[in-house]
């Protein structure tokens, strides 16, 4: 359960629509989410093995930063901060926006509403007040509510839709379906961040070679199938045509089975879930924006933690008003390729670090990777093969997040200059 609620966010309320848009048929878009599935569960093993070689350290920065250069590692933070973390939360934003607005029906623009629910929770974030473990039990028990609700109506209560108009001239011998696969993944992986986070438990465990290795296993798997099965009930009542012309697929599912009131009814879980998750993922980041003060890459305002609240207020404003201002830069899918772009290539990178690890570090009992380094180089090839599509498919997009990224490296080598003069 730890592992399906580090999962499971807002993306797979609406990341089926952007992924129906990209391929056409039914078993290329339930493929796309079984394929990202099997990249997670790949991903989640290799994180667990560096967390059980290095337990005292842990984290992506730093295993980015041991294994490769300084240099690297700060590009990570620097585009965590500006790109990746912040570009998540003004995704998860919008799509509280947009819930909000099915639910309401208020004529407040989206992008209005985004922004004032990243301005309040960056400002009581600031101020310490925390989500306790209660708090997140039950958005996590709201979230798999929403899912078993819409699920049910789907199978019981909706009717099934038509064929629609075929698969809009996409065939098997289009040379363009792997790129349209490639750019699918985009959504999908997107929707199962979180695993590389579920690492980081292993240190509360008992056994962490094998506990860690069965609850990652299972959770993922568990998303997995919640995923799939979350996407056959959206075919089987929009089908892929129908799936690709909504921006709300579950409230669209939800109107099918019960009218105006289901749409409001899955609208008010989504909307409480994924707040509850926005929430908590905005003081995640702060841990690498202060290791890189810490390392003297970074202002050191950034790693202070306030004496009386306990909270890192600097950063979690920081992070806030990057958030604001990529909700207002573009669109929803726009964001997506954005973060994309960026985050999977350090993916890669934090996979490939384990080839190194292992050279440095003699084997111990802890956890291994199974298949390694067959299953290792297939996450890494995956990774970039995601990259490359989104990057095919969403040039101008991935252009901006990898434009900062090349900005961060001339950032570095200034504050290197500095801080050595």
């Known amino acids: 359960m730890i592992v399906m609620g580090g999962i499971i966010g807002s993306g797979i309320f609406i990341n ?26 790949l991903g989640a093993f290799v994180y667990a093995e560096l967390a059980a070689l290095r337990p005292e350290v842990g984290g992506q920065y730093a295993y980015l930063r041991d294994a490769w250069h300084p240099a690297v590692a700060f590009l990570y933070g620097w585009a965590l901060l500006l790109v990746i973390q912040s570009g998540g939360m003004a995704a998860v ?22 922004l004032l629910t990243l301005a309040i929770l960056t400002a009581i ?17 709201l979230k798999m509510a929403a899912i078993a609700v819409l699920v049910v109506a789907g199978f019981v209560f909706a009717r099934a839709a038509g064929h629609g108009s075929g698969p809009h001239g996409l065939t098997d011998g289009d040379p363009s379906l792997l790129l349209r696969f490639g750019a699918a993944m985009t959504p999908v992986m997107f929707a199962y961040g979180g695993w590389q986070t579920a690492s980081f438990m292993s240190g509360e465990l008992r056994q962490p070679g094998r506990d860690l290795a069965r609850g990652l ?7 997995v199938t919640v995923y799939v099965l979350v996407n056959i009930v959206c075919l089987r009542v929009l089908g892929a045509d129908g799936l690709a012309a909504t921006t709300a697929p579950a409230s669209a599912v939800m109107q099918r089975a019960f009218g105006a009131t289901g749409g ?81 290539i350090f993916f890669g990178l934090t996979g490939l670090s384990l080839f190194v690890f292992r050279r440095r570090i003699a084997a111990s009992a802890g956890f291994r990777t199974p298949g390694h380094p067959v299953t290792t180089a297939v996450f890494i090839i995956a990774c970039w093969v995601v990259v490359a599509a989104t990057i ?3 040039p101008r997009d991935s252009a901006i997040g990898l434009g900062i990224l090349g900005a961060g490296l001339v950032v570095y080598l200034v504050w290197r200059r500095r801080t050595l003069s």
């Not at 926006?97 to 623009?109: D, F, K, N, Q, S």
């Not at 974030?125 to 997140?136: E, K, M, P």
């Open 16 to 41: 089926p629509y952007v992924v129906a848009r990209q391929v056409h048929t039914p078993l290329l878009i339930l493929g796309a989410w079984v394929a990202g599935g099997v990249v997670a569960l």
């Open 93 to 114: 934003a919008a799509t509280f926006a947009r819930y909000t607005v099915e639910l309401t029906g208020a004529t407040v623009p989206q992008w209005l509403i985004a």
């Open 125 to 141: 974030n600031c101020l310490g007040v925390r989500s306790g473990s209660n708090t997140q039990s039950v958005l996590m028990i």
């Open 217 to 223: 296993m299972f959770g993922v798997i568990g998303v």
């Open 264 to 344: 409001r009814l899955i609208a008010v879980g989504i909307a409480i879930s994924t707040l509850g998750f926005l929430s908590q993922s905005m003081l995640t980041a702060p841990r690498v924006y202060y290791a890189m003060a810490e390392d003297g890459v970074f202002f050191r305002a950034v790693g202070t933690v306030h004496p009386k609240t306990h909270a890192p207020a600097v950063a979690i404003a920081l992070q806030g008003v990057v958030a604001m201002v990529i909700v207002l830069s573009g669109r929803y899918e726009q964001i997506l390729s954005y973060v994309v772009s960026v985050d999977f």
């Open 392 to 394: 095919a498919r969403a």
